[in-house]
């Protein structure tokens, strides 16, 4: 069934599963009696825009395997709500010596906002902020262990700010990519990423000494402004911010998905007119070149990316026309819209340890993401989450959900 999703997906059987959204296509032979009997569509010669919809949606995504509900829960240990100190955008959890390990981004004080002293102020959560790490033994429990990757010294490009890391595990070594901001943190500075890398989990981690990924170059400010809106040229769709990065081993080469803040950045129908980019290196410190194929996605925030039969798999969620979907693509580039979901969380760290080809979302069966505190939005804590899915619910005869508790599979 995947191979054939796989070869529709890449346009090479008509237009069965081609986007549900372009009907410019749409050839009534390409189904089947079953097909039409599935919808319920007895007139086959007057059929809706819906039911050319209905009929174009992928076949594999009919048994609804790549649809869930999320629900999230507070953890303990460290990860408790502690009033003063900022943890959030925890990046993907592994295991390592039987322990669950992951990392996140952490300061302290409150935030000032834009208003004050740049100088002196801290304009987000996520500014003066450095890379730390926890552990725990069920999932539910964590133990801070202390800084991992520290903001750079005076000059540098990392100076600032390092903050919303992912972790990747590849041929003994981890590695560590992450947002950086360097200099003064003013509404138009410019964000990149950079990179660590240790033979162990715990440390020391060498950093890059430059970025390994910058904005696009080709956007320009609108002089005598200091707002991020006004500009006489926007550029690329990830001209002001690269952010959010996330590296998957993937065919052999090591592909960098991030998300692309864009200069002049406008609202869509969804929101935000936030996009994904990917770049690919043949090796894990790069150099990552962006694919031609970029912007990948034209809606989403943080990035949540999964390898699965084959291809990518990606959680859209927060902005943009096609916000709250879980797309897929045979080729990590080419994503389609697999199912539709409410309330995924914001910012999720994966469940790296599983077997992603189990089913769909079985990597989202739990989780870390963070809230802001509902009494001080100064500070926000890391939190878990569950996904349930109906078909592997009954398939597993689990109780709850894919898993009650995030230690048992
Ligand atoms: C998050 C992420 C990035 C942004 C900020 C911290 O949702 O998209 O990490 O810079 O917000």
Same mark, same amino acid.
Request: proline share 6%.
């Given at each position: ?33 079953? /097909? ?30 790549? =649809? ?20 959030? /955008? ?21 935030? @000032? ?24 033994? /069920? ?5 801070? %262990? ?12 990392? @100076?600032?700010?390092? =903050? ?21 943190? $003013?509404?138009?500075? #410019? ?28 956007? %320009? !400010? ?13 550029? @690329? =769709? ?29 609202? $869509? ?48 969620? $927060? ?8 797309? !897929? ?36 069966? !739990? ?7 509902? @009494? ?9 989450? $569950? ?8 398939? #597993? ?10 230690? #048992?599979?």
């Amino acid at each position: 069934m995947y191979a054939l999703l796989a070869l529709s997906a890449l346009g090479l059987n008509g237009c069965k599963t081609t986007p549900p959204q372009d009907q410019c296509c749409f050839n009534p032979n390409n189904y089947t009696d079953e /097909d039409y009997e599935f919808y319920g569509i007895t007139n086959h010669d007057s059929l809706s825009a819906a039911s050319k919809r209905a009929l174009m949606w992928p076949e594999s995504s009919r048994d609804n395997s790549w =649809f869930m509900e999320f629900s999230t829960h507070d953890l303990k240990g460290d990860f408790a709500y502690e009033e003063g100190v900022v943890r959030r /955008d925890p990046s993907a959890v592994i295991k390592v010596d039987g322990k669950y390990m992951c990392w996140y981004t952490r300061s302290t004080g409150p935030t @000032d906002g834009f208003s004050g002293d740049i100088k002196t102020s801290k304009v987000f959560p996520w500014d003066r902020c450095d890379i730390w790490y926890a552990t725990s033994e /069920d999932g539910l429990t964590w133990k801070e %262990e202390g800084l991992a990757v520290e903001r750079g010294k005076p000059g540098s490009y990392d @100076d600032r700010s390092v =903050f919303t890391v992912e972790i990747m595990q590849w041929d003994s070594m981890y590695y560590l990519c992450y947002q950086t901001v360097g200099g003064d943190y $003013t509404v138009r500075v #410019k964000e990149q990423v950079g990179l660590a890398w240790s033979n162990s989990p715990y440390g020391p981690w060498t950093k890059s000494e430059q970025p390994i990924l910058s904005p696009a170059d080709n956007g %320009e !400010w609108m002089e005598g402004s200091e707002s991020r809106f006004d500009v006489v040229k926007r550029g @690329d =769709f990830d001209s002001h911010k690269v952010h959010d990065p996330c590296i998957i081993p993937y065919k052999g080469k090591f592909y960098l998905y991030y998300k692309g803040e864009q200069m002049g950045e406008r609202m $869509t129908s969804g929101g935000r007119q936030i996009r994904h980019g990917v770049a690919i290196a043949d090796n894990p410190k790069g150099p990552y070149i962006k694919s031609p194929y970029n912007p990948i996605s034209n809606s989403g925030h943080e990035i949540c990316v999964w390898p699965y039969k084959g291809g990518i798999a990606a959680l859209i969620t $927060t902005d943009g026309p096609e916000k709250n979907t879980i797309q !897929w693509s045979p080729d990590g580039i080419n994503f389609e819209i697999m199912s539709v979901i409410q309330g995924a969380p914001h910012a999720i760290g994966l469940d790296r340890t599983v077997d992603n080809d189990e089913a769909p979302g079985a990597i989202l069966h !739990w989780g870390l993401t963070h809230a802001y505190h509902p @009494d001080n939005g100064n500070y926000q804590y890391i939190r878990g989450f $569950t996904a349930y899915n109906k078909r592997r619910h009954e398939a #597993k005869g689990d109780p709850v959900s894919l898993t009650s508790e995030p230690n #048992k599979k």
